[in-house]
């Protein structure tokens, strides 16, 4: 059943949707990527498989995404962070499982970071799929052009055309300057816990390369990655779908 969250006060307070299915082991937590919703093939797939199997699964939509309060423009990788602790904090209670996609594998990530910081226990595992790490820097900033750049800091956005969608998605200047607040690569990053990468060979959003840079980044973490030739993004063939639960009954 959907249920909400309120969170932040002030002109920062909005509702947060989300669905929690009781069950046994650690919390499976569903992570969605950028403009993406709790309702997508992977989390749909993945409900099915926490109801066959009795796991606890949680899925959410971040603020400005799905059924959650707020306007996407205004959304960043610090406010997306946060819906996303508060729904760990306030549905599990015990070590989750993170199972992050794209964008929600880099903030799986620095929810991770967060939890450490709080001196809380880690995630009991960690599965990404195709983990968009430091994506405004990487994948979108350093990939625009000069004249791109300048329209951006101009006007506080750019309309980016996307495969996904007819409209274009609206990338600001504030979700650009905040992500440079949580960027990972620029040192090792710590999880305390197993990972698990699924990264597809032909995704044309998340380069492989760039999941072979995030393994050299877990130094100290036990880090599997499964590079599938014929994979693209999304990952959500029957076969890729079956990689993905097999990830998860494996790590925790």
């Not at 992570?31 to 919703?37: P, R, V």
């Not at 508060?86 to 799986?108: C, D």
Request: glycine share 10%.
């Amino acid at each position: 059943m959907r249920q909400v969250l309120t969170i932040g006060a002030g002109e920062n307070s909005r509702q947060i949707a989300f669905l929690n299915q009781e069950g046994s082991g650690p919390p499976v937590i569903w992570l969605g990527g950028y403009k993406s919703d709790m309702r997508s093939t992977k989390a749909e797939t993945l409900a099915a498989w926490a109801e066959r199997t009795g796991r606890a699964f949680v899925r959410f939509d971040y603020s400005g995404h799905g059924e959650s309060e707020g306007r996407f423009e205004d959304g960043t990788i610090s406010r997306w962070l946060d819906d996303s602790l508060e729904v760990i904090h306030r549905t599990t209670r015990e070590r989750p499982s993170l199972v992050g996609s794209s964008m929600g594998g880099w903030i799986s990530l620095l929810a991770a970071k967060c939890l450490a910081e709080q001196g809380k226990d880690a995630p009991a595992g960690m599965v990404l799929i195709a983990p968009a790490v430091d994506f405004t820097e990487r994948l979108i900033w350093d990939q625009f052009t000069e004249d791109m750049k300048r329209s951006l800091v101009e006007t506080g956005s750019y309309p980016r055309p996307s495969e996904y969608t007819s409209a274009p998605y609206a990338i600001t200047l504030g979700l650009i300057e905040d992500g440079r607040r949580h960027l990972l690569f620029d040192a090792p990053i710590q999880t305390g816990c197993p990972v698990h990468i699924l990264q597809g060979m032909e995704d044309p959003d998340v380069p492989w390369t760039h999941a072979m840079r995030l393994v050299e980044h877990l130094p100290g973490d036990n880090v599997s990655l499964t590079l599938i030739k014929d994979g693209d993004h999304r990952l959500s063939r029957p076969e890729d779908l079956d990689r993905l639960i097999a990830a998860i009954e494996a790590i925790a």
